[in-house]
């Protein structure tokens, strides 16, 4: 079969959650803030985090063990892993050589992804490329992020919207539908509107004295806001149109999880109709970047939200700036 005809679809997915959940309440305990305005700015109530001793490493791989029971296959099938994160344990090696060693898999490439909330969604256009280009067959995309570690709990502003977790999922060859289109985006010009400065960033090496503490993550959320509702639309929209497809065709978009008010703001752009075609889970989850996405869509599949032949669409926006849309025929 030649390399563009080949199809690629999702053979298993999976998620994990840390057992400690953080509830709007508490947060009123810790910072000037109110159930009532996390709620209605934001749409989430609570969120897991991660445990002092838990790893990114740690929940990956059990989300990864998820995804592989799904699929039905052994870590030795596996050929290359990728890991979405923003919240590495360490620089290096990558979380991506952790999970690889966690579950028992021998030599294969291993690499961590920084594209921020779009890292699952970038993770998988890159495992699709592996997959169609024949040197890959099965690849495991994780998507992981400890956002408790850099977030700073005495800025409200940022403080009530994260949360911690993974999930994952196996990419392999399918015999039809699987992957249908892909749009992927970045503007750098966008950076400073949500980042986290590396540790060493302001290190001037062997002369330059040590480096500064390590920072947390800020952002400017109302204009995010505006950005992640134009560009999860158009990002959305770029990826249907050519296919021929209108919103009326998506079965469900599972977009990345910042705020319901920008999700319901997308979902009217597009046309579609929030209640059945919206998956929404940061009510119970919060923002968790990469992980979000990934959370989101093995979610959806436990419910049985899609059957064989539904379309779906993952739609995310996020720090770089950056985006990205899928559309995947089930
Ligand atoms: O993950 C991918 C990228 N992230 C996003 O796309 C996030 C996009 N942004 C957002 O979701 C929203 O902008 C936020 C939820 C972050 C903030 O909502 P907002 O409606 O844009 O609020 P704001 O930042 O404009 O702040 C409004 C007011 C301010 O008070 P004043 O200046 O009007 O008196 C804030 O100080 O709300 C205040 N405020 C809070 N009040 C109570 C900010 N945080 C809180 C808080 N509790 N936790």
């Not at 997915?13 to 709007?24: D, F, H, M, Q, R």
């Amino acid at each position: 079969m030649a390399e563009a005809d080949r199809h690629v679809g999702i053979l298993g997915t999976g998620s994990y959650l840390p057992e400690k959940v953080l509830t709007n309440a508490d947060l009123e305990r810790m910072v000037d803030t109110t159930d009532e305005w996390i709620t209605t700015r934001t749409g989430i109530k609570e969120r897991h985090i991660a445990a002092d001793d838990e790893t990114v490493g740690d929940m990956g791989a059990a989300a990864a063990r998820q995804a592989l029971a799904n699929a039905g296959i052994g870590p030795e099938s596996i050929d290359l892993i990728i890991v979405a994160t923003i919240t590495p344990d360490s620089y290096f090696p990558s979380t991506a050589c952790q999970v690889q060693h966690k579950l028992g898999i021998k030599n294969v490439p291993s690499f961590d992804l920084s594209a921020a909330c779009s890292g699952f969604v970038y993770g998988f256009s890159v495992a699709e490329q592996f997959i169609k280009g024949g040197s890959a067959k099965h690849v495991l995309v994780v998507a992981a992020e400890k956002l408790s570690a850099i977030t700073d709990w005495s800025d409200r502003s940022t403080c009530v919207l994260f949360g911690d977790g993974a999930g994952a999922a196996v990419l392999g060859p399918v015999e039809s539908g699987g992957i249908l289109g892909t749009h992927l985006g970045a503007d750098g010009s966008g950076g400073d509107l949500l980042y986290c400065r590396a540790t060493a960033s302001r290190s001037n090496g062997p002369h330059g004295g040590s480096p500064t503490p390590s920072n947390t993550l800020q952002m400017q959320g109302n204009v995010l806001f505006k950005h992640a509702v134009r560009l999860m639309t158009d990002a959305a929209l770029t990826v249907i149109k050519p296919l021929g497809l209108t919103a009326a065709d998506i079965k469900l978009i599972i977009p990345h999880q910042a705020n319901s008010r920008i999700l319901n703001a997308v979902a009217k752009r597009l046309g579609i109709d929030p209640q059945t075609q919206l998956y929404l889970n940061l009510e119970k989850r919060g923002n968790m970047s990469a992980a979000s996405t990934a959370i989101a869509l093995a979610e959806a599949v436990e419910e049985g939200r899609m059957k064989r032949g539904d379309i779906i669409l993952l739609d995310a926006f996020g720090g770089g700036l950056t985006w990205g849309a899928m559309a995947i025929q089930w």
